[in-house]
């Protein structure tokens, strides 16, 4: 009899044995009342008076779909993103929602046409982390009272109409080159500069022109496949030919 008792005793026990992993946690329920947040180990789960539920807390990703949403400036557009977060209280994740999973990825979907809908569409593009980092806050505000923390909120892509691409296309290519016209303006006002200056100080030392002519003609002379013109100005012409008169 004993036996029979110790045996039976002994299959309880280890059909009772709940293993919960590292990166889990376990809630127990008791005539379906919760009772109890199981750590990591292994438990007891007594059949048919209690059961029990694993819960994963690690960060998890949760993509959200393409949204088609209205800007503030009335541009439509289509923006995607990704959300991490993890479970901060594995009660209420069971317990406050029905599919904590599901749950959130709905809520962040309107969240962020909502949020889409107050900025423009330039700070869309130029300020996307400080429109993740809105997201993120009013997410993990509501998702709170799930058990859920919300760790990061990233924009993906934002899509434009065509006709919207194409003219950004082209404000960027006017503005490449409007900055290309004040580089060589800037260009050629330091080049002006320079000659400017060298003029100045070739006048103020006699000979220096001279000197400066001669050296120009040595560096040209010294390539053989350059012919050498030297240009005698009109004047000087002119006044050999009066002096050839007067003889």
Do not use: C
Request: net charge negative; no cysteine.
């Amino acid at each position: 009899m004993i036996p029979t008792i110790l045996f039976i005793v002994l299959f309880i026990v280890i059909i009772s044995i709940r293993q919960i992993n590292q990166y889990e946690k376990g809630i127990k329920f008791t005539f379906g009342r919760f009772t109890d947040v199981m750590e990591p180990g292994w438990r007891l789960v007594l059949p048919i008076i209690q059961s029990s539920q694993k819960i994963d807390i690690r960060i998890k990703a949760v993509d959200v779909p393409d949204q088609n949403a209205i800007t503030r400036d009335n541009v439509s557009v289509k923006v995607n993103a990704v959300i991490y977060y993890k479970v901060s209280d594995a009660a209420k994740a069971i317990i406050e929602v029905e599919d904590f999973r599901h749950a959130i990825s709905q809520y962040a979907q309107t969240t962020m046409r909502n949020i889409v809908g107050e900025v423009t569409l330039d700070e869309l593009l130029s300020s996307r982390d400080k429109i993740a980092e809105r997201i993120r806050e009013i997410v993990d505000k509501e998702t709170d009272a799930w058990g859920l923390k919300v760790q990061n909120v990233e924009l993906k892509d934002v899509s434009l109409p065509p006709d919207m691409e194409r003219t950004i296309g082209k404000q960027a290519e006017a503005e490449r080159e409007k900055r290309a016209v004040i580089i060589n303006s800037e260009g050629e006002l330091a080049a002006s500069q320079n000659i400017a200056k060298a003029a100045e100080m070739l006048s103020q030392a006699p000979g220096a022109l001279h000197l400066r002519t001669l050296q120009s003609i040595n560096d040209i002379s010294s390539d053989q496949s350059n012919t050498i013109v030297y240009m005698i100005p009109v004047e000087a012409l002119r006044a050999l030919e009066g002096i050839a008169k007067k003889q």
